[in-house]
């Protein structure tokens, strides 16, 4: 392993002096020596720091809704604490999220897995005492970690993929080498999307296990290069190549979860991310939002849009009251994190391909391949006497059904329905403008607004003054 003489992690606020000779020591306990391969499985065993997707992105869309009492209840008992700022700011739409010369720890928990990530690519391919199999199939891990950052990450501070300004639009800082530069400057959205499927095809022909499962579900495997592609070319519209992907996913692991099983398990009882078949990838949200004050409230708009046998409605949200110990009542708030004890999951799952996949049919204007997709999917959301199958009478009807299958599957999983709103915003027939109440004020974002891109934290700044801010 080549000697670094600083490891940076993305602008680390506080300029950490680490070098690469420290993993080794640690990680090896002197039994290894600098540019083995094995070093490189060391690095990538590091789950802590590739484990991680953006918290604030959930609190951002229009799935959350604050009710007047409990938004009230926030203000007057968190309002201004510095902890909680962000959430609250996130919520509104702030221009900034954090305070001055305060840090935002999910974007360099995430900058600190690419850094890592960035190591291996670059590296692994000429150390020594590896096959070229076993060199190939880490460089491939480590790229898949690396397009996850990215495509997370530009979803959330660059605009929407377009194919007509993407060239223009801004995207994020992207580092594909382990260094920093002086001159931190941000790549086009088209730059940082050519990158993420260039990563991921790259890492499907690098002899990547077909699955993970158990302990390793944290580590990537064929299926998970293909489902993070396939989410990929949704995003870019691309939605028959998105389907393709799909299907190449579930060719590879397709078990779903039947929610009936799970009617009588405890809270922390449900199956936690090395257990769940249905996940892939675990990309586990930095930050937890299930305990009050900063609990994921739900829009009525969308719990209404449930079915009342719905399981996911009467499994995975509960009334405030239960969440906020009888303080709040009213409405109702996400709370699968209760159900398994971990962290909101962002990971390409089972469900979402099969989402992809119908949202693909559908619009191939094939309108019962999707309907049979979605069905797949809900059939495992009911108890077996309550289930009735969809059906749609055109490809259009089709779309909006799988659409809105979508989003009640996927909410506050980690930024879908914002990315989906994102998206979705450049159709006529979807595009929408969302409201957020905060005690007695309205805030307001049209499709298309600048808000849709996330601030930056002005710290950044203090290490890269040539970082264009969002306006």
């Not at 680490?18 to 020591?25: F, L, P, R």
């Not at 090395?274 to 829009?299: D, Q, R």
Request: one cysteine or more; glycine letters at 6%.
């Amino acid at each position: 392993m080549k000697k670094h003489s600083l490891y940076i992690l993305f602008l680390l606020i506080s300029v950490a002096f680490v070098s690469c000779d420290d993993y080794v020591d640690i990680k090896t306990e002197g039994r290894l020596y600098p540019e083995e391969t094995e070093n490189y499985r060391y690095l990538l065993n590091q789950t802590a720091i590739f484990d991680a997707s953006y918290s604030l992105v959930d609190v951002a869309s229009d799935d959350i809704g604050m009710r007047e009492n409990y938004s009230s209840f926030f203000e007057n008992n968190y309002g201004t604490s510095d902890f909680y700022r962000p959430f609250k700011e996130t919520y509104k739409w702030g221009d900034s999220i954090y305070y001055t010369g305060d840090t935002d720890n999910d974007l360099i928990v995430m900058y600190e897995g690419l850094y890592t990530a960035n190591v291996v690519i670059t590296e692994v391919l000429t150390s020594n005492n590896g096959t070229e199999a076993e060199k190939a199939s880490l460089q491939a891990e480590a790229l898949v970690h690396r397009a996850y950052v990215f495509l997370d990450l530009v979803n959330i501070f660059g605009k929407a993929y377009d194919a007509e300004t993407s060239e223009t639009d801004l995207g994020i800082p992207m580092f594909t080498e382990p260094t920093v530069t002086e001159n931190i400057t941000r790549a086009s959205v088209k730059e940082v999307y050519d990158q993420i499927v260039s990563d991921l095809q790259q890492a499907i022909a690098g002899g990547l296990p077909a699955k993970r499962t158990g302990i390793e579900v944290g580590f990537p495997s064929l299926a998970s290069a293909h489902a993070l592609l396939a989410r990929t070319y949704l995003y870019m519209g691309l939605y028959a190549e998105a389907q393709a992907e799909a299907e190449s996913a579930l060719s590879l692991q397709s078990s779903l979860l039947n929610m009936e099983d799970y009617i009588d398990t405890p809270d922390s009882g449900w199956p936690r991310r090395i257990e769940n078949p249905e996940l892939i990838l675990s990309k586990k949200s930095v930050s937890s939002y299930v305990y009050a004050p900063s609990l994921l409230t739900l829009n009525d708009e969308l719990l209404n849009s449930f079915e009342e046998e719905d399981l996911r409605y009467q499994l995975y949200t509960r009334p405030i009251s239960e969440m906020t110990y009888d303080q709040v009542s009213g409405g109702r708030a996400y709370c699968v994190a209760l159900l398994t004890g971990e962290t909101r999951n962002a990971g390409p799952t089972v469900p979402e391909l099969l989402l992809i996949k119908a949202e693909g049919e559908a619009r191939a204007g094939d309108t019962d391949a999707a309907m049979t997709s979605i069905n797949t999917l809900r059939q495992a959301r009911f108890k077996a006497e309550d289930y009735v199958p969809l059906n749609a009478v055109n490809a259009d009807e089709a779309l909006v059904k799988v659409l809105e299958e979508r989003r009640k599957e996927l909410m506050a999983k980690g930024g879908f329905r914002w990315f989906d709103l994102k998206r979705l915003n450049k159709d006529p027939r979807f595009a929408k403008t969302i409201t957020h109440r905060y005690v007695d004020e309205i805030y307001t974002l049209e499709p298309g607004g600048d808000r849709y891109q996330f601030p930056f934290a002005s710290s950044l700044f203090q290490y890269a003054p040539n970082l264009e801010q969002n306006p």
